[in-house]
Every structure is written in C-alpha cells, then in structure tokens.
C-alpha cells in the first residue's frame, strides 16, 4: 500500500504543474492581448492654401476667337491647294487657287472691248467739241465705253476671286475639297482659325451670378489653367457674358481671351478652368461643423494629427465674423473633421481609408 501511495503523489504533482503552466499561459496572452491599445481610424481634412481659396473656378473649353469658313465667290475646278490641314498661315497667303483658264480668256475680251471703246468715246469727244457730231451720237459712244469699262472691272473681279487668301494669321483647321474637283462659288472649301489669340468659353451658374452679380465677373481678374498644363497660370482678359441664362443649364455663357504662350500648342476643344479672383474668401479657411470640439463666435478648437506621432493635439484657432479661420492653422495641417467628441488630445489615431470593393 505505502508504495502504490507513493507512485501516485508524483503523477498529480506534475498534472498540477502542467495546470499551473496552463493557466500562466492564458494569463500572459490574456495581459498581452489587453497592453495592445486599439487605435481608432479618423477621418482627416487638409487645410488649404488660402491663395487658391480667393479664385473660384469654373469648367471651360478652349475656342479660337477668330474663325472663318472660306470660299471661292466663283464656280470652277480646284487648281491647286498651297496649304494642308494643320498648316500655320499669314494673313494674305494664297490657300487656293482655281483654274483661271476661262477667266483669263473672259479678262482679256473685257480688256479688248475696253480699249477700243476707250478710243472711240476719244475720238467722239473731239468731233463733239468740234460739234462734228450729235449729242447722241456722242452720248451712245460714252455709254458704250462706260459700260465696257464696268465689265472689264467685273472680269478682272471674277479674275481675282480665283484664289483664297487667308484673312488673318491662323491654322487650316479644315478642308472639304480636293484639287481638280468643281466647286461652286461661296461652297466651302477650308475653315482657318487664329492661334496666336484664343478665347475661353465657360458657363456661370445663376446661382453665383445672383450672389456677385454679373459685374463681379466682368470686372474680376482672371487667369486660365489647361488640364494639360497644370501648374501654368495664364493671364486672361474677360471678353463677354450672356444676359440671358440658358434654361436647360440655368447657367450665363461667358468668355475671355487670352494670347497663346509660345510654348504650348493650343487646339479648339482642349479643356480647363478658368479662375477668377474673388476677394471675399480672402483671409479665412471655412471648417465643418463636426469638426469643432468647441467653438464660439470669436474662437475655436480643433484636433490637428501629427503625421509623424500619429497623434491628436488639440489646436486653439481665431474666427472672423463669419466663422472663418484666420489665425491658428496653416496650409497643409491635417484636421479630425468628425467623431471628435469620441476623441482626447494625445491619443493615437490612424487616418481613415475608404476600403476597396462594394
């Protein structure tokens, strides 16, 4: 009996210590589990740069301020295009040019009759001064020279109206015709617009015209930025604004112009904005209202997340009279824009991400 006793008693000491490991065990991961501090994810908001605050901005697309739909003002057969789409021209170069076979021919009968009609109203005048001849003898020869110079004028006219000449600088932006084909006068042949000056066409909504009215547009400074070349700011000068809004956009039609800098190539249709410079949201950065861990009419609080500690501080900032921010934050501070009453300053936090997917 003492020895089956004895073999016992070592067996339940070490199924005591397998228990007591056990349990030190759970009460270990148990303390590490609770030593970890949850960090909360908060949604944060860049303050911005209160320059840009004083532009609103409005869509726009790029159009050429001048343009034309050119002709021949006579019917005949394309001899010759000196230009193709995309082509730069000067004012004054010749695009185009009909066969001016028959208006060559046509021109130098009209100059013939002319002549000699020129030299018989000369030689009439003189025998009438010499009252050789009758007065409508006399009047019947003026009348014929008068009407042979008209046609020669006319044939010289029809003459010239076989070539297209560009009316201004610009780019051929089109062509409908092909050399050798018959035209028939004032068909259109090619369309030419400047490039050397652009305008910018943009829609204003009733809704800020009502609030600025339509002489804050006019009168604002401007300045025009292409989704192409972002970081350039190009002057511009306001051109015109509808009195009348559209009722499908209920919006005002507007334009200004600009001259094209030398190293961007512009095209009709490019997009941008156009921003112009509003001097009452100069001085204040406007927050929203669930973003305020107290606020009165003078001053405010805000929680500010140091990107480096991942931390809260809670920043003590001065209002305007219409509740904007203008002493306190900087641009490029990030600020707990909701939940702050869940919040306490130097607690960690993470920036809130929206998840991927649905």
Same mark, same amino acid.
């Given at each position: 009996?003492?020895?089956?006793?004895?073999?016992?008693?070592? /067996?339940?000491?070490?199924?005591?210590?397998?228990?007591?490991? +056990?349990?030190?065990?759970?009460?270990?991961?148990?303390?590490?589990?609770?030593?970890?501090?949850?960090?909360?994810?908060?949604?944060?908001?860049?303050?911005?740069?209160?320059? /840009?605050?004083?532009?609103?901005?409005?869509?726009?697309?790029?159009?050429? +301020?001048?343009?034309?739909?050119?002709?021949?003002?006579? #019917?005949?057969?394309?001899?010759?295009?000196?230009?193709?789409?995309?082509?730069?021209?000067?004012?004054?170069?010749?695009?185009?040019?009909?066969?001016?076979?028959?208006?060559?021919?046509?021109?130098?009968?009209?100059?013939?009759?002319?002549?000699?009609? *020129? +030299?018989?109203?000369?030689? #009439?005048?003189?025998?009438?001064?010499?009252?050789?001849?009758?007065?409508?003898?006399?009047?019947?020869?003026?009348?014929?020279? *008068?009407?042979?110079?008209?046609?020669?004028?006319?044939?010289?006219?029809?003459?010239?109206?076989?070539?297209?000449?560009?009316?201004?600088?610009?780019?051929?932006?089109?062509?409908?015709?092909?050399?050798?084909?018959?035209?028939?006068?004032?068909?259109?042949?090619?369309?030419?617009?400047?490039?050397?000056?652009?305008?910018?066409?943009?829609?204003?909504?009733?809704?800020?015209?009502?609030?600025?009215?339509?002489?804050?547009?006019?009168?604002?400074?401007?300045?025009?930025?292409?989704?192409?070349?972002?970081?350039?700011?190009?002057?511009?000068?306001?051109?015109?604004?509808?009195?009348?809004?559209?009722?499908?956009?209920?919006?005002?039609?507007?334009?200004?112009?600009?001259?094209?800098?030398?190293?961007?190539?512009?095209?009709?249709?490019?997009?941008?904005?156009?921003?112009?410079?509003?001097?009452?949201?100069?001085?204040?950065?406007?927050? /929203?209202?669930?973003?305020?861990?107290?606020?009165?009419? /003078?001053?405010?609080?805000?929680?500010?997340?140091?990107?480096?500690?991942?931390?809260?501080?809670?920043?003590?900032?001065?209002?305007?009279?219409?509740?904007?921010?203008?002493?306190?934050?900087?641009?490029?501070?990030?600020?707990?824009?909701?939940?702050?009453? *869940?919040?306490?300053?130097?607690?960690?936090?993470?920036?809130?991400?929206?998840?991927?997917?649905?």
């Amino acid at each position: 009996m003492n020895t089956s006793t004895n073999g016992i008693k070592p /067996t339940i000491r070490m199924a005591a210590l397998g228990l007591l490991a +056990t349990a030190l065990v759970g009460c270990n991961q148990a303390n590490s589990e609770v030593s970890e501090p949850v960090v909360k994810p908060v949604k944060l908001i860049e303050i911005p740069n209160s320059s /840009t605050q004083r532009y609103d901005a409005f869509i726009a697309n790029v159009d050429a +301020t001048d343009r034309a739909s050119l002709s021949f003002q006579v #019917a005949g057969e394309i001899a010759q295009f000196t230009i193709k789409m995309g082509s730069e021209v000067k004012a004054g170069d010749v695009l185009a040019r009909l066969d001016q076979t028959d208006y060559r021919l046509a021109y130098q009968a009209r100059l013939a009759e002319y002549n000699l009609a *020129k +030299t018989a109203f000369t030689r #009439a005048a003189q025998l009438h001064e010499k009252k050789l001849i009758s007065v409508d003898t006399y009047d019947q020869s003026e009348t014929q020279y *008068k009407a042979a110079q008209a046609a020669l004028s006319q044939a010289e006219t029809d003459l010239s109206y076989t070539q297209i000449v560009a009316p201004f600088d610009g780019v051929v932006s089109l062509t409908f015709s092909n050399e050798h084909q018959v035209v028939g006068a004032n068909q259109p042949v090619l369309n030419i617009i400047s490039n050397s000056v652009m305008d910018v066409v943009f829609t204003v909504p009733v809704s800020y015209a009502e609030q600025y009215g339509l002489e804050h547009i006019s009168n604002s400074t401007v300045h025009v930025v292409l989704d192409s070349h972002p970081d350039l700011q190009i002057p511009a000068t306001f051109k015109e604004i509808s009195t009348k809004a559209d009722q499908d956009t209920n919006s005002y039609s507007a334009s200004v112009t600009f001259d094209r800098p030398s190293q961007i190539n512009l095209l009709p249709g490019m997009t941008g904005q156009v921003k112009l410079l509003n001097e009452s949201n100069a001085g204040g950065v406007s927050i /929203t209202q669930t973003a305020w861990v107290s606020k009165t009419d /003078t001053q405010g609080s805000l929680y500010r997340f140091d990107q480096e500690s991942h931390t809260l501080s809670a920043v003590q900032v001065a209002l305007d009279d219409k509740g904007k921010v203008i002493d306190g934050l900087k641009a490029g501070d990030l600020i707990v824009e909701a939940g702050v009453e *869940k919040l306490m300053a130097g607690q960690q936090v993470k920036a809130w991400q929206k998840e991927e997917g649905i």
